[in-house]
């Protein structure tokens, strides 16, 4: 088994090392080909690792070295196989080996494909070290890791100033939330002596910390979950990150990096059952971000950014499960999304492959005839993000709804018009990219054509699953919550009775209230939306994302150029010239002092037996008082 996890652990690592420095000279495909055989090799490992927990084996903890210790603290280089990191292990290898070889063909033109693929490796990396890691340190290091990586990704064409401010904001953005995580695990290092989950979760019951305390470790571990999993409001990145490559947008959204906030608080479950309160603030700050994100991809033109606003409601929701104490669900919705969205983003990527570059659903249309293997692949993914039966996201967002309807009915309403709006936009997205006359230029239909195998391979393959992932949780029968069982407190589960049909009959009304909206508009009336000059009033709000980037801008970035050009000016200047003028009185003191060094005996004896009388004076008259 250690030769299982050593390969699970550092294959990534070591197709980054390989792609980074002889990538050039090993060329493009060998390069794409290592990079992606890197992360296949993990989760064929992972695969054996699953296969052993899910027949009832004991979980497998993995000593790499000691590394330090302060104090009665001692951190260990070590990580932790139980059913939760193997299972996310298992879609973050997975679907990462999926975008691996969709970025062979993708990126294939690029002249760094190499430095790109030792990137992706490297990402990969940093999540399985997040995910496995069996102490919150060893999280950290994954966690800023994925932060790294994704700096590097977004703005990995950096010739273009835009990606590179995305980069740049997403870094800043991920450190602010960051810095909370970092407090919360100092708070939990200092009163607990440890950083082991399976200690801390062993000690919690000891009442070493007082409840006060324990909710401020746990608040401050959801402001890192908002970082890296893009809720309000440290949420505005995300979006701005679509400037990297598509298949960078896929790993992100669908595989690693914004699943990291969810992945964390599932893990301290033990910690946030004993803090209610900041359970409530979380399913809260869940909802609201389902439901503002899920509005602003009302309008949005950008094919990329209807996804990546997408996420970010779809994050809100699995927020709102967490929050009311069903991890087991909210791990359910990760996975189905998992699925569907890198299908989605992967299919976007097809598509502005197609049409070399072109990003505006606006300039599309009439693709579904010579794309058919990206169009169909995009609309079983679109059914199962509406919440459509039987696809996958039907069952897993129903579940998240159910939760919601019987522990705070508000909060349910709000999850229930997001999944509403989610099925409008998501099909005005199919129907403006897909449906009705091509709008782009004679030049862009005369090469339209389908992707080549090494694009859609992966697209069937995803579709496929989010068709059907929705059966690994069915209600009654759940075989997600009887693995995870061992790691959470027993919930009630859900059963096909009345009531449950209700709310499945009137989550799926909804969603094709949302898709006969979309049908009306952008199908039958063939309406094309306006351009961003002619928007007025709401959805004009809505298109500049409730101004929330402009308030940052007005009440953070503006301050802070004001206060350090107010230290450039004045602060900066007279801190130069007290360092100059304290040099330049050495020097001149230097001068004087100078003229001793003369050569004259008789002066050296004189200081010679000055400085003897004035050390006995200390030795013998002020020591001795």
Not at 113 to 126: A, E, P, Q
Not at 318 to 342: C, N, R
Not at 502 to 512: E, R, S
Not at 570 to 597: D, M, P, R
Request: charged fraction near 10%; proline fraction near 3%.
């Amino acid at each position: 088994m250690n030769t299982t996890i050593l390969l699970l652990l550092f294959a990534p690592l070591a197709g980054f090392l390989i792609t980074l420095f002889f990538g050039k000279k090993l060329g493009k495909t060998v390069s794409g080909a290592i990079g992606t055989a890197a992360v296949a090799i993990s989760f064929l490992c992972t695969l054996s690792l699953f296969s052993q927990i899910n027949a009832g084996e004991t979980i497998a903890t993995f000593k790499l070295a000691d590394w330090f210790s302060i104090g009665n603290i001692k951190i260990n280089f070590s990580f932790l196989f139980d059913q939760l990191s193997v299972l996310w292990l298992l879609f973050v290898t997975g679907i990462g080996s999926l975008i691996h070889l969709y970025s062979i063909s993708y990126m294939h033109e690029d002249e760094n494909m190499h430095k790109f693929f030792s990137y992706l490796n490297l990402f990969v990396f940093f999540m399985i070290a997040l995910v496995a890691g069996s102490n919150l340190l060893i999280m950290f290091i994954g966690w800023e890791g994925v932060g790294l990586c994704s700096y590097l990704l977004i703005g990995f064409w950096y010739k273009n100033q835009d990606y590179n401010d995305a980069a740049k904001k997403a870094f800043i953005m991920n450190r602010i939330g960051d810095l909370g995580f970092l407090i919360g695990i100092f708070i939990l290092g200092f009163h607990f002596q440890t950083l082991e989950f399976l200690e801390i979760k062993a000690l919690l019951g000891k009442d070493l910390i007082t409840p006060s305390l324990l909710s401020i470790a746990a608040l401050c571990l959801f402001i890192g979950a908002c970082g890296k999993s893009a809720q309000l409001p440290l949420a505005t990145w995300l979006p701005d990150a679509m400037a990297g490559p598509t298949p960078v947008s896929a790993l992100i959204h669908a595989a690693t990096m914004v699943t990291a906030g969810i992945f964390m608080i599932t893990r301290m479950n033990f910690l946030f059952d004993l803090t209610p309160e900041i359970q409530n603030v979380i399913a809260i700050v869940g909802a609201i971000t389902a439901i503002v994100a899920a509005s602003i991809g009302l309008v949005q033109n950008d094919i990329k950014k209807v996804l990546a606003y997408s996420t970010v409601s779809q994050l809100g929701l699995m927020f709102l499960a967490l929050g009311l104490g069903a991890y087991e669900v909210a791990v359910f919705h990760v996975i189905t999304h998992a699925f569907f969205k890198a299908c989605l983003f992967l299919g976007s990527g097809s598509v502005i492959h197609a049409l070399h570059g072109e990003q505006d659903m606006r300039n599309m249309g009439g693709l579904r005839k010579v794309m058919p293997i990206t169009f169909w692949t995009m609309m079983i993914s679109t059914l199962a993000i509406s919440g459509i039966f039987p696809f996958s996201g039907f069952w897993s967002k129903d579940e998240i709804l159910m939760t919601a309807f019987h522990a705070n009915i508000p909060l349910w309403v709000i999850g229930s018009i997001a999944s509403i709006m989610t099925a409008f936009y998501m099909f005005r997205l199919m129907y403006l990219t897909f449906f009705n006359d091509f709008r782009g230029t004679e030049e862009q239909k005369h090469h339209l054509h389908e992707s080549p195998a090494l694009i859609t391979i992966p697209l069937v393959i995803l579709a496929a699953l989010a068709a059907i992932g929705g059966a690994i949780s069915l209600p009654g029968n759940s075989w997600l919550n009887h693995y995870l069982a061992p790691l959470f407190k027993k919930h009630e589960a859900h059963h096909l009775d009345g009531q449950a049909y209700m709310l499945m009959a009137i989550a799926t009304v909804g969603a094709l209230v949302g898709i006969g909206i979309a049908y009306a508009k952008y199908l039958k009336k063939k309406e094309i939306p306006v351009a961003d000059s002619e928007v007025q009033g709401l959805h004009k709000v809505l298109s500049d994302k409730y101004y929330l980037d402009e308030i940052y801008m007005a009440t953070i970035v503006k301050p802070i150029y004001m206060i350090s050009n107010f230290a450039k000016k004045y602060v900066e200047k007279f801190i130069s010239k007290a360092v100059i003028g304290l040099g330049g009185a050495t020097y001149a003191l230097s001068i004087k002092g100078k003229k001793i060094q003369n050569g004259n005996i008789g002066v050296y004896l004189f200081a010679f037996i000055f400085g003897m009388v004035g050390f006995l004076v200390y030795v013998f008259v002020i020591r001795v008082k």
